[in-house]
């Protein structure tokens, strides 16, 4: 077994190198060979100062998380910060990559800190619904106060060495290339000054004046309780920098592990860890290893430069990659470009990009009004609205002007990929890329797999979808894929409920306070009616109140009114339109009551549908389809996703509850098959099969 640390000593400093692929984790085989190590170090008569580095592309980058739930193996990480603590020689971390987590709580508690140039720090335990656990909310305030304490922790946020320097969390910042030379000179000057070993732990200077602010930690809460709601861990973090604070730093970090030990057990975390994992997983298509070939995608054609073909582009100018981007007329073609230029300025005046980089970016556009410029592009993507007349016109196009080896793609949001293939010689090219809009911040890509697409395309695909900042899920064909077809039923029991009169702001309210940023019909109001219902083949409350002007926010009126600020309130006119479509539909009074009842209505349909999707085989994983709904509908990320979701409920629960639904409502209720049979087996969708 490989050595997951070593050690050499110059010149009387110790260098103790991690060495734990691919980002050195602090595995129990970390901890422990760190530990002999730092023990040797610390026997080694001639031995002065200790370093510790890491090998590889990063320092620590964390915890393994893999060993969460599991008994722990000794030492444990606070144990090794304890030993840093009290090292009888002095110990300087030098850090590159990244120090994250557990990584930056092991560096706080050596006494100095070297950083290079491009190294970034932080402690992101809070997207795992956790707070650093060995030491880092106490350690951190220490230094930097505690109000921009609580703002690192809150946020997860990576502080980049720079940063970090004027904040006093490392004591200097080299060039990445010297890091190793610059550390040992720093090791040895510190040892001619009297090797002195100053502790975080002692310091109290950043946090005296903050004694006589209590008020701070409320404030603080209040301020950013719109960013905390039906989050567990950051009220946790308050409570735990209030601690470093207030009391001495052994009961602050009893506090601290009390804390720890609480969050690690609840809900919500473990929901953020499904999350983390399932990313991840997502990535791995099981007849696709490593050893299939990917396509060097070195040019992209866009056919499109209206929302959607506009976001696909700047996915892709910002990870530097050329686009030809096509439109039918000068004028359309020019209101695209003009649209992605004025988004670029956008960030760039909020200081996350320069103006050098906003002209680079447009730099890579070549923009064309000819289809035959795309000839030799390595990915075409069409992006045009959905009509399965004119997708299929512009492949047969494309099949007679790309070159072979070019890979055929459409953003199709529900029509079938197969006659889109059919339309060209070359099936097995052509590949879904669904973006999820705007297309350039949201996370999800949907990479639909066609009945004859090659392995070779949808590697490509899987792999490219990192590269620009994606996070890819593999889909089959049906009509919507995944996401689209596992949130409709929400939307129609929604709509369903509207009609049996339970007012549409408990609907939209019960939504809400399970997690959702938005309700259905404020989600419609803000998309716009006029958008949503243009493919109606009866008569809908949509459709009425897009006859009378009313299109949602944009007009200050749609399923709400809404005053200049957009807060909305209830509308009589909507009220009236309501009921007048239920009597023309025949559906009488019935209305739901109570936030439980709401809630199955609306999400045991979702549930129910993720399981005719898994079984199916349109989603491989249970997860995949999890994370398909965190990321393309912003499911709350602190319940997991919906069947995650479901498995806590516990599914032989929601068999139940639909059972007596369908008697009421129909088959729409009735269960789907595997749902049952995972239900009577007492198992879980999460289940390894």
């Known amino acids: 077994m490989k050595q997951t640390a070593t050690s050499a000593v110059v010149d009387g400093v110790a260098l103790i190198t991690l060495d734990n692929p691919p980002v050195n984790a602090l595995s129990a085989s970390l901890r422990q060979g760190l530990q002999a190590e730092l023990e040797q170090a610390f026997s ?92 880092g909310t106490q350690r951190v305030p220490r230094i930097v106060g505690a109000e921009t304490a609580l703002e690192i922790i809150t946020s997860g946020r990576q502080v980049k060495a720079a940063e970090a320097l004027s904040l006093g969390l490392v004591d200097t910042v080299v060039e990445d290339a010297a890091l190793r030379d610059n550390a040992l000179a720093f090791a040895h000057r510190i040892v001619a000054h009297g090797s002195d070993k100053p ?51 052994e009961q602050g970090l009893a506090k601290e592990t009390d804390l720890f030990e609480r969050l690690i057990a609840s809900p919500e975390s473990a929901a ?68 992605i230029r004025r988004n670029y300025e956008a960030t760039a005046v909020k200081g996350r990009m320069t103006a050098a980089q906003v002209e680079q970016r447009m730099d890579l556009i070549a923009p064309s009004l000819d289809l035959s410029s795309l000839a030799d592009a390595d990915l075409i993507i069409e992006a045009v ?73 949808v590697a490509t695909a899987m792999r490219l979808a990192k590269r620009i900042g994606k996070v890819a899920v593999l889909s089959g064909v049906c009509d919507g894929f995944i996401a689209n077809r596992l949130m409709a039923p929400r939307g129609a029991q929604a709509e369903a409920m509207m009609l049996e009169d339970t007012p549409i702001a408990e609907i939209d309210r019960v939504l809400v306070d399970y997690g959702f940023a938005m309700g259905h019909f404020q989600m419609m109001d803000l998309v716009g009616l006029d958008v949503i219902g243009r493919n109606a083949t009866e008569r809908t409350v949509m459709g009425d109140l897009v006859a009378v002007g009313r299109l949602g926010q ?99 629960r929601i068999v139940a509850d639909m059972r007596a639904l369908e008697v009421v409502h129909g088959e729409t209720f009735r269960p789907a098959p595997l749902l049952v049979r995972l239900a009577e087996a007492g198992r879980r969708f999460g289940d390894k099969s």
């Open 199 to 249: 502790r975080v732990r002692d310091r109290a200077d950043a946090i005296s004046a903050d004694r006589d602010r209590p008020e701070l930690f409320t404030a603080f809460a209040a301020a950013n309780a719109r960013r905390f709601k039906g989050f567990v861990a950051p009220a946790a973090i308050i409570e735990a920098v209030k601690a470093a604070v207030t009391l001495p730093f």
């Open 44 to 135: 080694d008569k001639a031995v002065r100062a200790i370093i510790l580095l890491c090998a590889g592309r990063t320092f620590i980058a964390g915890a393994d998380i893999t060993e969460f739930g599991q008994p722990w193996q000794p030492p444990s990480l606070p144990d090794l910060c304890a030993m840093l603590d009290d090292a009888p020689k002095p110990v300087v971390a030098a850090i590159h990559g990244t120090a994250l987590g557990g990584g930056f709580e092991l560096a706080l508690a050596c006494h100095y800190r070297v950083a290079a140039q491009s190294a970034r720090v932080g402690l992101p335990e809070v997207h795992l619904g956790l707070l650093p656990g060995a030491g």
């Open 385 to 457: 609205y959905e009509s399965m007349d004119v997708k299929t016109g512009i492949f047969a196009s494309l099949d007679r002007i790309a070159r072979r080896g070019t890979i055929l793609a459409s953003n199709t949001s529900f029509l079938d990929l197969n006659r889109i293939a059919a339309a060209t010689s070359r099936p097995e090219w052509v590949v879904g890329l669904h973006f999820f809009s705007p297309a350039n911040v949201m996370r999800l890509l949907e990479v639909v797999r066609g009945a004859e697409t090659s392995k070779a395309v």
């Open 272 to 339: 953020q860890r499904h999350v983390f994992f399932a990313e991840r997983e997502a990535a791995r298509v099981p007849d696709i290893g490593p050893d299939t070939a990917a396509i060097d995608i070195r040019s992209v054609g866009v056919i499109g430069a209206g929302t959607m073909g506009g976001g696909i582009t700047m996915n892709f100018l910002n990870a530097g990659i050329p686009v030809t981007l096509l439109e039918t007329s000068q004028e359309a073609l020019d209101r695209g470009i003009a649209t």
């Open 554 to 652: 944009k007009r200050g009126a749609g399923y709400y009114d809404y005053d200049d600020k957009r807060r909305s309130r209830f509308s009589d006119v909507t009220g009236k339109l309501i009921k007048e479509v239920a009597a023309a539909r025949g559906i009488a009074s019935n209305r739901t009551s109570g936030d439980e009842a709401l809630l199955g209505r609306l999400l045991y349909p979702v549930v129910n549908e993720g399981a005719k999707i898994l079984e199916e085989g349109i989603a491989l994983r249970a997860s995949d389809i999890d994370i398909a709904a965190v990321l393309g509908y912003n499911w709350p990320v602190y319940r997991g996703g919906p069947l995650f979701w479901a498995d806590q409920v516990g599914l032989d």
